[in-house]
Nanobody
């Protein structure tokens, strides 16, 4: 599976962006998908994930209530709608795929080790 992330850019604080991550290869509807981010000089951190069964997880502290993850299985794409952006959201955003998900599974998608492949990242810069 290959992932292609897009949609990053420069936005003012309070603005919005929508990231997309298109997958090629495999059966997208069977995959769990996640978004992580890495700010300059910091470790990569979990942002949001959506399982093959539609179960959604957010990082409660930083993005819940502002970011929304969704997926379109027909388009083999996962989205991250980001609203009320803050300078602290500035980072490279990566999408990731969990290809071994089973429908009844309950996975800890906050753990980056769950994911099998990663996209190349898209830079989001939020100015104050």
């Amino acid at each position: 599976v290959q992932l292609q992330a897009s949609g990053g850019g420069l936005v003012q604080a309070g603005g919005s962006l929508r990231l997309s991550c298109a997958a090629s290869g495999g059966t997208f509807s069977r995959y769990g998908m996640g978004w992580f981010r890495q700010a300059s000089g910091k470790e990569r951190e979990f942002v949001a994930a959506i399982g093959r069964n539609g179960r959604i997880t957010y990082d409660d502290d930083s993005v819940k209530g502002r970011f929304t993850i969704s997926r379109d299985n027909a388009k083999k794409t996962v989205y991250l709608q980001m609203n009320s952006l803050k300078p602290a959201d500035t980072a490279v955003y990566y999408c990731a795929v969990h290809t071994r998900a089973v429908l009844s599974g309950n996975y800890d998608y906050t753990d980056s080790q769950m994911f099998d492949a990663w996209g190349q990242g898209t830079l989001v810069t939020v100015s104050s």
